[in-house]
């Protein structure tokens, strides 16, 4: 697993989506992101705001886990 909190921990792949890092982190897992994902085919809002809304995921780590795939982003680009 993980550490959301530590960027070193994810300097190995350059494309990872929202829910695979929260699901590297352990901070979900494949049902809730299987659940996430079809009702967002519907409510069309970004899974982290479902995710909030259901309280299966805190603001701070939406936030961090979106900090984390900026970083990988610019990592990749400047290498």
């Known amino acids: 697993m993980k550490n ?3 960027i070193d921990d994810w300097t190995d792949n ?3 989506r929202l829910g ?6 352990g901070k979900i897992d494949l049902i809730h992101l299987a659940m996430v994902l079809d009702i967002q085919r519907f409510k069309k809002m970004p899974i ?4 909030i809304s259901m309280k299966i995921l805190s603001k ?3 936030n961090q886990a979106l900090y984390i795939q900026n ?4 990592r ?3 290498a």
């Open 20 to 25: 695979e890092i929260l699901i590297e982190s």
């Open 71 to 74: 970083e990988i982003k610019k």
């Open 4 to 6: 959301l909190y530590n």
């Open 48 to 51: 982290g705001e479902i995710l």
């Open 14 to 16: 350059c494309h990872l």
């Open 60 to 62: 701070e780590d939406l």
């Open 76 to 78: 990749c680009n400047n």
